[in-house]
């Protein structure tokens, strides 16, 4: 059963909008939750609708039982679905920082997450959410990948402070 927060990000994609989307992501949903209905994750889900609203615009009926037989593309120029579909990226990229996934944010990025994603509520970069919980070879991807080392959090720290934090926090626990 999805959280009332994941029902409000699929409704912000189904709509196209950046703001219900950031106060799905402020109440705490999840950018890979899964609608039991659809099957689908937040990111599929706005690429559907996406495409769906580009073909209406022109002139296809997406939902004429014929449609999937009539799309007009399966490419839609950037539109409101798109910026969503880029702040979703950005939590996915952040959520593998975090977790020190390699593979999910190289791939949050090839599908076109922002490097230098930040954390709305502490401004912290991807590379500062990485190094804050020691995930020192994700930091070395974002640099790697150009994200900006220099950027600071709301508590003006850096990736350095953060790394520092990080390595006394793992002496204390041995």
């Known amino acids: 059963m999805p959280k009332p927060c994941d029902q409000q990000l699929f409704d912000a994609c189904r709509l196209g909008s950046v703001d219900k989307a950031k106060s799905a992501f402020a109440d705490g949903a999840d950018p890979e939750a899964m609608d039991q209905k659809s099957k689908s994750t937040p990111l599929t889900y706005v690429r559907m609708q996406r495409i769906r609203a580009f073909d209406a615009e022109k002139g296809a009926e997406p939902d004429n039982p014929n449609y999937s037989k009539n799309r007009i593309s399966a490419f ?5 679905y798109t910026k969503v579909e880029n702040l979703i990226l950005d939590r996915i990229l952040l959520k593998a920082a975090e977790a020190g996934d390699i593979s999910k944010m190289g ?3 090839d599908e076109g997450a922002d490097k230098d994603a930040v954390d709305p509520d502490f401004k912290a970069s991807a590379a500062i959410v990485a190094a804050s919980q020691g995930h020192f070879d994700a ?3 974002l640099r790697e990948r150009g994200a900006d080392m220099e950027k600071r959090d709301v508590y003006g720290m850096d990736i350095e402070d953060w790394k520092a934090i ?3 926090r793992n002496l204390r626990d041995i």
């Not at 839609?76 to 409101?80: G, K, L, Q």
Request: charged content about 5%.
């Open 107 to 109: 791939w949050a990025m």
């Open 139 to 141: 930091v070395s991807v």
């Open 166 to 168: 990080s390595v006394a």
């Open 76 to 80: 839609a120029p950037p539109n409101d």
